[in-house]
């Protein structure tokens, strides 16, 4: 706890995520709603996409539903899957526009890309084949 504090103190975007986590469960910690959504946010204004989806999911149960489509476009751009899926029901219901849809998707698939490296899929074959 001490030394995630520590880090998000400096910024660190997963010290804050993880934070989030263990006050909204209070785990280590007194349990405080407030204090987990505090560093929920600080996480996803620092680039954290698990974060970001959590902080939509947040927004959708408390039917603030413009806000929890703009998250989840915003964790989808910084190539998050299940951000993806979301905006596909989110697409299906309404709430988000073909355009805004459409966006996601090419911004997702960018970022996914980004991420793609002959040492990354070289590492995932082998971990694949070990799996066999």
């Not at 989030?20 to 987990?36: A, F, H, Q, T």
């Not at 698990?50 to 989808?76: P, T, W």
């Not at 029901?89 to 849809?101: A, I, T, W």
């Amino acid at each position: 706890l001490e030394y995630l504090t520590k880090a998000a103190e400096l910024g660190d975007a997963n010290a804050h995520y993880q934070l989030s986590i263990l006050y909204e469960r209070g785990e280590g910690v007194e349990k405080d709603e407030k204090k987990g959504l505090y560093h929920l946010e600080e996480a996803a204004i620092a680039g954290h996409p698990e974060a970001r989806f959590q902080l939509a999911c947040y927004e959708g149960k408390n039917s603030r539903f413009d806000r929890m489509v703009k998250h989840f476009i915003i964790a989808a751009n910084l190539g998050h899957d299940e951000s993806i899926q979301e905006l596909k029901k989110c697409y299906v219901r309404g709430f988000v526009s073909k355009e805004d849809f459409a966006g996601a998707l090419r911004a997702h698939q960018d970022a996914v890309e980004e991420t793609k490296s002959q040492q990354r899929e070289a590492a995932e074959a082998a971990r694949t084949d070990r799996v066999k």
